[in-house]
């Protein structure tokens, strides 16, 4: 490898650390962000949930028509179960997302001391990769939680649970998008022992 291409690939993956250290620090204020949001109005909870498509008129000059398909809802005397679960479907998520990032950032410096394909980045970003899964399943199925008790201390009932799961799409791909890179570096562990088992 010559020195300019060296250089570049130090310079890149410097700028993937500096980026990782950043992500990190906006998961935790966004997720602190969030979880005081649930709180902000005494005694009830609020949240933002998909609804049903509805014609609206809104506010804006003498009324335009529109078309909503998420709500912003503050309700009271919701149980227990579902105020943790909603505290959880923000937490979890979060946590797992952080751990992804500094995992991505320990995998850059491994590759900065030229350690590319070995059997522990492997690990690592099957690690990331099962972090990224678990942050949507996680994120999907409390939230799912929250929102039936937000619904059902309306006297209603939450339907569109699969609106929620495709919120998570982009995460779950992005999971699985992963999971091709491990294969990728499991294959060329595999080849680097073979070759250096020739030498």
Do not use: H
Request: hydrophobic share 55%.
């Amino acid at each position: 490898m010559d020195t300019k291409q060296a250089k570049s690939d130090r310079n890149d993956l410097n700028s993937a650390i500096v980026t990782g250290a950043l992500v990190v620090g906006w998961l935790l204020y966004d997720g602190i962000r969030r979880i005081a949001a649930l709180f902000a109005a005494p005694g009830a909870v609020t949240v933002s949930t998909p609804v049903p498509t509805q014609d609206v008129t809104i506010s804006v000059g003498a009324g335009a028509p529109a078309t909503v398909d998420a709500a912003t809802l503050t309700v009271a005397d919701v149980n227990m179960i579902s105020v943790i679960s909603l505290v959880l479907a923000v937490a979890l998520p979060a946590l797992c997302l952080i751990a992804v990032a500094v995992i991505g950032v320990l995998v850059c410096r491994r590759l900065l001391r030229g350690v590319v394909f070995d059997r522990v980045n492997t690990n690592l970003i099957f690690t990331m990769s099962m972090g990224m899964l678990a942050a949507g399943l996680i994120a999907s199925a409390f939230t799912i939680m929250g929102l039936n008790g937000v619904f059902a201390a309306l006297d209603g009932e939450f339907d569109d649970q699969w609106l929620v799961f495709a919120e998570q799409i982009p995460l779950l791909l992005a999971a699985l998008a992963l999971g091709v890179l491990v294969i990728v570096f499991r294959r060329g562990t595999a080849l680097q022992k073979e070759t250096e088992g020739l030498v």
